[in-house]
């Protein structure tokens, strides 16, 4: 796992401004950043993604199965279901950095509150510092 940052913060703490302007700021000086997206609500994000979790599961989709299905999520419930599955194919953040290659900062966020999202990254991201 490469090193990097992990941003953890409530709704519109500033995470995906943090993350664009640490994007910019690490291009402006030549290094290589990649930006990660951990969170299954967001769907504007103001940088460049290389992984973005939304491509495993999506928030809305999570809740309109549920609410299909008559059990009927709400957001924290639905984020909560989609960092259970996130944790379940791990394999596919891994490989999705692996393919990224090489030496290179992760810039990534998740949002906190959330107990399971907050145990999985703990447990698994080491390299990461979370801020």
């Not at 290094?31 to 599961?57: G, M, Q, T």
């Amino acid at each position: 796992m490469p090193f990097g940052q992990l941003l953890l913060g409530p709704p519109g703490s500033g995470k995906s401004t943090y993350c664009n302007g640490m994007h910019q700021f690490l291009s402006a000086i030549g290094r290589k950043c990649s930006v990660v997206n951990l969170d299954p609500a967001n769907d504007a994000l103001p940088y460049p993604c290389a992984l973005d979790v939304r491509d495993l599961v999506k928030l809305e989709d999570v809740m309109r199965a549920e609410e299909e299905e008559g059990e009927g999520l709400g957001p924290n419930g639905g984020v909560m279901w989609a960092m259970e599955e996130l944790e379940e194919r791990w394999g596919w953040l891994e490989n999705g950095l692996k393919e990224l290659g090489g030496r290179f900062s992760v810039v990534g966020e998740a949002k906190s509150g959330v107990e399971s999202a907050d145990e999985l990254i703990k447990e698994r991201s080491r390299g990461l510092c979370a801020l």
